[in-house]
T-cell receptor, first 110, second 112 residues
Framework: AQRVTQPEKLLSVFKGAPVELKCNYSYSGSPELFWYVQYSRQRLQLLLRHISRESIKGFTADLNKGETSFHLKKPFAQEEDSAMYYCALSGGSGNTPLVFGKGTRLSVIA | DAGVTQSPTHLIKTRGQQVTLRCSPKSGHDTVSWYQQALGQGPQFIFQYYEEEERQRGNFPDRFSGHQFPNYSSELNVNALLLGDSALYLC???????????FGPGTRLTVL
């Protein structure tokens, strides 16, 4: 069964501290992994995807197939990073539905 | 480009009623997917439309149905509403063959 687990509902960090949002997945095959972000009163938007291997807004995420994880990291948190973050997977071939985790609310304290 | 648009923004219905939600995809996109997001949960896939046909479906009852029009816009219909149908309904559009989906702002449905 396809499943995405985000163990933390809420993560609070101080401004300038490192951030790691955890994501573990279960999938038999080669999934594509995503991080979506939802800022206050805004729509859900793609933050990054593992196949692009790029850094967006200072965030990076590495797919670890051995540990079936796709943790999101940022070395120095900013107040504007406060948002709801969702990890999601798709089946890898085109147009397969996204399976989301329950999300982690990141709160960056000044 | 306004991106994915959805209407209405909010909707209040009573149990047993029927509701229709609407979605216009991002310009150039031909595939529309619908998701239900209950409070405190991540979005859950309902179904996907391409070429005016339902192509994939999640674990939702037949009370949930949809339609896609020739201009790629889409509707989600829910019959015999239950209290548990109260949720944010998200529409996402994509290009056929691509996994990246663009989301609309959602329609907040409250069933009393």
């Amino acid at each position: 069964a396809q499943r995405v687990t985000q163990p933390e509902k809420l993560l609070s960090v101080f401004k300038g501290a490192p951030v790691e949002l955890k994501c573990n997945y279960s999938y038999s095959g080669s999934p594509e992994l995503f991080w979506y972000v939802q800022y206050s009163r805004q729509r859900l938007q793609l933050l990054l995807r593992h196949i692009s291997r790029e850094s967006i807004k200072g965030f990076t995420a590495d797919l670890n197939k051995g540990e079936t994880s796709f943790h999101l990291k940022k070395p120095f948190a900013q107040e504007e990073d406060s948002a709801m973050y969702y990890c999601a997977l798709s089946g890898g071939s085109g147009n397969t539905p996204l399976v989301f985790g329950k999300g982690t609310r990141l709160s960056v304290i000044a | 480009d306004a991106g994915v648009t959805q209407s209405p923004t909010h909707l209040i219905k009573t149990r047993g009623q029927q509701v229709t939600l609407r979605c216009s995809p991002k310009s150039g996109h031909d595939t529309v997917s619908w998701y239900q997001q209950a409070l405190g949960q991540g979005p859950q896939f309902i179904f996907q439309y391409y070429e005016e046909e339902e192509r994939q479906r999640g674990n939702f009852p037949d009370r949930f149905s949809g339609h896609q029009f020739p201009n790629y816009s889409s509707e989600l219909n829910v019959n015999a509403l239950l209290l548990g149908d109260s949720a944010l309904y998200l529409c996402a559009s994509s290009l056929r063959g691509a996994n990246e989906q663009f989301f609309g702002p959602g329609t907040r449905l409250t069933v009393l």
